[in-house]
């Protein structure tokens, strides 16, 4: 029981601190204010261009130019969704890698997604 007490308690300051920001102010005085809201709530727009041959799906690509529009260019939360929107691309890259290596049989499907997810994320690294 003390033990469970123990562990409740280092947790609480966790919780309250993660919330509170703190800056100085020129006379080194410290200064806690409400910190700002979670920059991961920023939303990543983007479009897709897909090609068919024969109507069957052959390439899906992210349009680089468009990955997030929605933020006004060169604002801070631009540089931010893009920096985000590289690090979404990253993951589904390597979800989709695994899932490619991990599938027998017809893989058409899973490259194609595969592909067009690494292709933004090294693309996206060279925006700002």
Known sequence: MRLMLLVFALLIPVAV???TCVKYDSNGQKHYYKCPENERSLKIQYDITTTRKNGKIT????VTDSVCKNYENGSIKRRNCLSQAKDKFEDQCYTWTQK???TYGNTDAI???R??????????KFMR
């Not at 390439?59 to 992210?62: A, D, T």
């Not at 592909?115 to 996206?124: G, H, I, Q, R, S």
């Open 17 to 19: 601190y993660s919330q």
């Open 59 to 62: 390439k899906k690509e992210i």
């Open 100 to 102: 490619y290596k991990n």
């Open 111 to 113: 490259a194609i997604e």
């Open 115 to 124: 592909d067009m997810y690494c292709d933004a994320e090294y693309n996206v």
